[in-house]
């Protein structure tokens, strides 16, 4: 089926032919004129798919221009049975946008009406009766704002349900006006009475949050907002999280298990494979809760003491700005970006989430509809976002030699999770659905309600992470004790040393880096790199996997087939990017001259996925169109 979006111009008709579709979308000119429609594709409710055209904008359906021309050619010659038109119109001008209604209305045809701008009308003091509306016109009318997203979903539902009941009982009869169409005369005086019936208009004040809503979802202050809560958010996860860490935590495991462990550790001889599995290597003769990597200890001290705070103060964060009402409004402010990388912009959810942990973030894709999204989601996880914990431990680590290595190791992770993600979009079969959602008023939370959340989520981390970290405890030291970590340093001593520059003792950081990436950037401290060496490993033990807990979320959410296929992207990313940061760095080339590589690289990439996907578009047209062709001979 066929949906026709028409209505006068500047009615935000292309902003809801946006939200429909997305960005898979084709300009075309229509036959014999430089007039160009757009259309792409959107899925209803029922699963069926569905050809959406954005018509030109006319007044009405009295052509007086090439383009109304055009868009009165479209509604006679493009409308088959089952197809509907969608009336866009402009709810803070409705006496001008009624006159093209009453002219769809007199065709017979399905029409659903998107009254439009609702959210404007508020702000103008303007009130409409919508049910009184709708009685009137006896058709649907759906109040909708495509910017935020308001009604878009609503819209969706009475499209499906319109077109299931007019289908195969559409009819027109001669030139497909009705009988009796009235004049130009009778529609205005038509108009003047549904406005005295459903329209009031009353002078309104803006409150401080009806400026702080638009403010927050306009391209320029709501960019500005953005980066103000994004900001402040991880100032307080990590101000909570550290506090944690620092009153709570550290001194439970210092006052309660050093002495348990202690004592154990001398009851087994200080060594051995059992001290080695349960309590660790003794480091300086001490138990290093971070380093020891025994089940009692590491095992223990990494998910509780170096995660839980900051996966908790994470999600009390997430909470609030969920019930408050402000992530809808960052998800519609990136969507177009999201929509480019293969995502719509829920995805930022995740993306969020994962400079926390990279777990709940994982589980985060969960938001994501389709299994494409997903996919696309994940991987960019996987390999550009470094969760708060490694974060503070590459801060420390690289920080004292200037903040232009830290530049270049976040500058490539960023080009990563782009390139990623506009690649795998180009190639992917399928599209990312539209933006469907309802756009809440700002509220403040209720404390009952936001603990009962960030509680569940906690639960949900707790039974997935722990019991994975300790295996992956188990794992390393299996391999340590055996012997298998030395063999396996001499096995990739000529990748790591001629690809990346690394001596092979950087391995045991690697294979670390499946159980905890912050303990695997802590282990390169001791091997005495140089800050290339740092800076080519960072980014390496960043892109190349998750961890062992997201590794099992992952496992669960994509399945075996789809989680190996995101391992092994993100095993070409990460040692593409180690050896070609290797070869830069090698030759001193200026940092300024890195950044600029850095854009130009993107640039291209953006450019062949454009020419791509438009190329796989046009391709699917085609192949459509002669689809077409052969059924109708």
Known sequence: MRILLMGNPNVGKSAVFSRLTGTQVIISNYSGTTVEFTKGSTVLRAGETAEVIDVPGTYSLEATSKAEEVAVDMLDGMLDEGDIVVNVVDATHLERNLYLTLQLLERNVPVVV??????????KGISINVDRLQEILGVPVIPTSALTGEGIDVLVNRISEVAKDASGKRKLSGDGKRPGARSADERWAEIGRILAEVQKITHRHHTFLDRLEDASIQPVTGLIIAILVLYLSFKTVR?????????????????????????????????????????????NGEIDFEASMGLLSTGLYVPITMVLPYVFAFYVVLSVLEDVGYLPRLAVLVDNIMHALGMHGYAIVPTILGFGCNVPAALGTRILESRREKFICATMLSIGIPCMAQTAVVIALIGRYGWQYLAIIYGVLFALWLITGLVLNAIMPGSSPPLLMEIPPYRLPHPRVLGKKVWMRIRVFLSDAIPYVLLGVLFVNILHVS???????????????????????????????????????????????????????????????????????????????????????????????????????SRTVPVAYIFVGIFLLIAVVILVTRALKTTKLKYSEAQSEDGKSASAM
Request: negative net charge; proline residues 4%.
């Open 114 to 123: 998107a009254l439009n701008l609702w959210d404007e009308t508020k702000h």
């Open 239 to 283: 101000l909570i999280g550290e506090g944690l860490i620092d009153f709570v935590f550290d001194p439970m495991f210092e006052g309660l298990l050093r002495p348990v462990v202690t004592r154990l550790s001398i009851a087994l001889g200080s060594e051995g494979f059992f001290h080695d599995l349960l309590i660790g290597r003794l480091i």
């Open 483 to 585: 012997g298998i970590i030395d063999v396996l340093g001499r096995i990739f001593a000529p990748i790591l040393g001629g690809l990346l520059g690394l001596p092979s003792e950087a391995i045991v950081a690697l294979i670390m880096g499946f159980l905890r990436k912050d303990v695997a950037v802590g282990m390169l401290s001791p091997l005495g790199l140089s800050v290339r060496q740092l800076v080519v490993a960072v980014i390496v033990l960043t892109a190349y996997f998750p961890c062992a807990a997201t590794y099992v979320v992952l496992l669960k959410e994509l399945g075996a087939v789809d989680m190996l296929k995101s391992a092994l992207i993100a095993l070409i990313a990460a040692f593409g990017a180690g050896a070609l940061t290797n070869i830069v760095m």
